[in-house]
């Protein structure tokens, strides 16, 4: 039986479709894996295993705009670099961490920087997945994607042209800055190491009532503090020393929650094993004065010196403590 000409047509017109469309989304997500701009550059240096330092900081913006890496290099002469990424949840960070600590040769303190909603769920929608497409197809980034959300995963990594109803702007842009580094041979570089330090003062506007205090609960997803748990475990069978960083909240934010203070008992109470170092900036002093805050939430770029500080203390104290305890071995 002869196959009609129409039908023959349309299904070379459907095939050469598919092929143009495929190779339209190979050509944009190989530009954008090459990105070097803000929160995709940051993705992408740690999946194009640019990137190993001796200290690195995951999380979410707290971590983001609240750790001066290059301040921290000065204070304690180690290599460091802040991998944190804006609106990022722990269970995002996840395939970041699993990603460096699988090729690290050089880290020697992993440090995750750790909000109020850091242990609120185990699975749920991603934050900005647009700016982790271009890395589909790395076995991390896609059990990311299968956990929390299968059914998007599917059709982006498999249903051609699907993919371009998910792209952003921004996706197009980091695309253009990426083709642009691989035409002049450039690989990741970023002058303030990852940091995105914030030079603003604290918005009024965001000044919360006292009728506010005590009206949010935290959640506290005992399954997901399990799953962290076993995380760290791998953190330091890779031989690298684990630091949890609870960072600032501006006072009037704290009480806006009935139950802030759990966060971190279950960091000391689960989480924490002999040898790790837990930074608690939750009583600091500095959270009583707003002029280190741009809002509630996040340190400006004063209150962020402050925090780097204190963590390069506890960081150098950590490593003389061990050179001392190695010194006294071999005597």
């Known amino acids: ?14 095939l050469g479709l598919i092929v143009v469309l495929l ?6 997500t190989f530009g954008a894996k090459h990105s070097s701009k803000n929160w995709t ?27 001066d890496a290059p301040l921290f290099q000065e204070l304690t002469q180690m290599s460091a670099f802040n991998a944190a990424i804006d609106g990022t949840a722990l269970r995002q960070n996840q395939a970041l961490i699993h990603e460096f600590i699988g090729y690290s ?34 076995e991390n980034i896609d059990t990311m994607f299968r956990q929390n959300v299968p059914d ?37 570089t970023s002058a303030t190491l990852g940091s995105m330090l914030q030079d603003r003062p604290y918005d009024e506007a965001e000044a919360i009532s006292p009728s506010q205090f005590d009206t949010k609960l935290i959640q506290i997803d005992s399954a997901f503090v399990s799953q962290v748990e076993q995380l760290l475990q791998e953190i330091r069978a890779k031989g690298i ?11 009037d934010g704290q009480r806006t ?12 109470q689960e989480l924490i094993q002999p040898g790790d170092i837990f930074i608690d900036f939750s009583d600091h002093p500095l959270c009583n004065d707003k002029t280190y805050f741009y809002n509630n939430g996040h340190v400006n770029r004063d209150g962020a010196q402050k925090v780097t500080e204190e963590i390069a203390k506890q960081v150098q104290l950590l490593s003389d403590t061990s050179q001392q305890r190695a010194g006294a071995n071999q005597q």
């Open 1 to 14: 039986m002869r196959i009609p000409p129409i039908i023959v047509r349309f299904c070379l017109f459907v």
């Open 23 to 28: 190779f339209l989304n190979w050509f944009v």
């Open 41 to 67: 550059g940051k993705i992408n240096s740690v999946f194009g295993h640019a990137i190993d330092p001796e200290f690195i900081l995951f999380g979410s913006s707290v971590a983001d705009v609240g750790f």
């Open 105 to 138: 040769e050089d880290c020697e303190y992993l440090a995750i920087g750790i909000s109020f909603f850091s242990f609120t769920n185990s699975k749920g929608p991603l934050t900005q997945p647009t700016r982790w497409y271009a890395q589909i197809g790395n």
């Open 152 to 188: 998007l995963y599917w059709k982006v990594r498999w249903l051609p042209g699907y993919a371009f109803t998910q792209y952003s702007a921004t996706f197009y842009k980091d695309s253009a800055y990426g083709w642009l580094n691989y035409l002049k041979g450039q690989r990741y």
């Open 241 to 251: 020393r684990v630091i949890l960083i609870r960072f600032p909240m501006y006072i």
């Open 257 to 268: 929650f009935k139950n802030y203070s759990e966060v971190s008992d279950v960091i000391r």
